[in-house]
């Protein structure tokens, strides 16, 4: 059998489509809080630009003023890019190719943004890490999706 050809067993296909379902669940929480967080931050930006959180320690506080930095635009629009992300582990689940590349396009912009939007921002080497693995561990689902 050639490596491009997938092993017709059914047991080896359900085993397949669980591994693809667990990677859509773990995005499914990433993207849900992503979209949730920059969205409502970005929406009540104003609100917390006045915020003072003395209980969160120096590298927390500064990590918020990082973000906050990058202006309601950059919130909001990440709030969308991890939208898209969610939406994109939606059509994978059911099997759906564009769900792949409604998912990779997002978090390739997920990354660059901040890069757009923040000055002097440094992309921490685990994020364009853990994006490359997630894009790669789809991508090797994309011969049982239509």
């Not at 590298?59 to 909001?76: N, T, V």
């Not at 969308?80 to 059509?91: K, N, Q, R, S, T």
Request: hydrophobic share 55%; charged share 10%.
């Amino acid at each position: 059998m050639s490596e491009n050809q997938i092993p017709s067993d059914p047991l080896f296909q359900a085993q397949r489509i669980r591994i693809l379902k667990f990677l859509c669940i773990l995005t499914f929480i990433g993207s849900g809080l992503g979209a949730f967080a920059y969205g409502t931050i970005g929406a009540f930006y104003n609100f917390f630009l006045t915020l003072e959180p003395k209980t969160w320690d120096t590298e927390q506080q500064d990590l918020i003023k990082l973000l906050l930095s990058g202006g309601r635009f950059f919130l909001l629009t990440s709030g969308l890019l991890y939208m898209i992300a969610f939406i994109g582990a939606i059509l994978m689940w059911q099997l759906k190719k564009v769900g792949f590349h409604f998912y990779t396009a997002s978090q390739i912009m997920i990354l660059i943004s901040p890069l757009l939007f923040i000055k002097g921002f440094n992309m921490p080497t685990i994020n364009v890490l853990l994006t490359a693995m997630f894009i790669f561990a789809y991508s090797s689902f994309l011969k049982i999706m239509r």
